[in-house]
């Protein structure tokens, strides 16, 4: 079993280049099985997920061929086939197949996806987008059929704005008849992204990136090549590594426009930021504080993503600080953990109460899911002694090498098999 070892003490210094974002990579690969040729993927993360996004479009009959962050698709002899249980079970965000192959092929099969265990991840949202879009949809024994004779534009008013019921309604609207408007549509970052390679394939859509998104379907594709933006979520990884350890530390790429609600707390906590041409700079000097409540939102608030890496940036601030997790039920299983090492923090039910101690102690710890994973690995890197951290393939599905990211930034950490 691979673990990571990490003695904590030091400080970080130089410079992390952020790759392409996996929220933004894997919807759009999902997205390629809609065009009939080739789409080549940019600044392509080489991640677990991406590489079970990539098994399942080869399991679809599709060629994929990558060359360093580049992957290039060749969907043009594709074929309606059930996506495996096990490659389903991998990912959340493998459900996005299901709008991409009805789009394409006016049917779909699938399983119940998998993914991060952050409480109950309904898809009812996505079913009813693409219902209403003509899709007869059954659904039994944890499979999902999805069937339309015609698909036919419409007015969808999501009842909650889900990146991910957004994204699927966008690739299905696209082989539907006419004009279709998503309204309520997630506003993240990542569906612009989508927007964009969506468009460097000839589609027509816009509006991406606000509440009201427009498709109309049934346009002629071309090959398109796109570059994915920036992982803002690991961008908020090093800052709050960074944040935690003190020190400076430039992300090369980072996108400021994105990190806006991470960037205010870590100010509010001690730390300096400053953006050019390249990225990001964070400074931490002297002492960290605890801030003002932390609540998760959708996007352009506090992403739920970067809740537990704060929480670990934070353990050792003077004070106490509240966090709200406002976009999912569970998303506190990474507390137990950090509280093997030290940490003091409370938690009744949405809510969290960390108080900053002076100390955090090296244990053996386990990952329980993707960004716990980081953070635990960001309190190790303050606590006294060497740490473990177990289960790591939790972090891969998201980091591509946060290990050795890490260590060139000075922290003594290294994997082991
Ligand atoms: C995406 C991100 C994930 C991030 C989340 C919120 C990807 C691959 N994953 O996940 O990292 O944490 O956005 O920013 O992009 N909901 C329903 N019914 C549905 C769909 C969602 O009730 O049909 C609820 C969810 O339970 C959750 C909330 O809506 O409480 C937000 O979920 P959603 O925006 O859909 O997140 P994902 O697309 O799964």
Known sequence: MKRIFITGGR?????????????????????????????????????????????????????????????????????????????????????????????????AELFYPGGCELGPRPIDLHLRALRE????????????????????????TLDLPSVGATENAMLAALGAEGVTRIRNAAREPEIADLQKFLRSLGAKVRGAGSSTVTVEGKTPLCDGIHRVMPDRIVAATYLAACAACGGEVRLM???????????????????????????????????????????????????????????????????????????????YRHVDELIRMGADIRVEGRVAVVYGTERLQAARVRCTDLRGGAALAIAALTAEGESV???????????????????????EIRTEM
């Open 11 to 107: 400080r970080l210094s130089g410079e992390v280049h952020i790759r392409g974002a996996k929220n933004s990579v894997l919807p759009i690969l999902a997205a390629t099985v809609l065009h009939k040729g080739v789409s080549v993927v940019e600044n392509c993360p080489a991640l677990s997920d991406v590489e079970t996004a990539a098994e399942i479009l080869r399991c679809l009959g599709a060629k994929t061929e990558r060359q360093g962050e580049c992957l290039a698709v060749d969907a043009s002899n594709l074929q309606s086939r059930p996506i495996p249980e096990p490659l389903m079970r991998e990912m959340r965000s493998s459900v996005i197949f299901l709008g991409a192959l009805l789009a394409r092929f006016g049917e």
């Open 133 to 156: 879009l003509g899709a007869e949809i059954t659904a039994e024994g944890g499979s999902i059929r999805a069937k339309a004779r015609k698909l036919r534009g419409a007015e969808i």
């Open 253 to 331: 790429g980072a996108e400021k426009q994105h990190l806006t609600a991470v960037l205010a707390p870590l100010k509010e906590a001690g730390c300096e930021i400053a953006a050019d041409q390249t990225g990001l700079i964070i400074r931490r000097e002297g002492p960290l504080s605890a801030v003002r409540p932390i609540r998760t939102a959708v996007y352009p608030g506090f992403p739920t993503d970067a809740q537990a890496l704060f929480m670990a940036a934070l353990l050792k601030s003077r004070g106490a600080t509240v966090f709200v997790e406002n976009i999912f039920e569970n998303r």
């Open 389 to 411: 951290l177990e289960e790591i393939g939790h972090i891969e599905r998201g980091y591509a090498d946060l290990a050795g990211e890490l260590a060139a930034l000075g922290a």
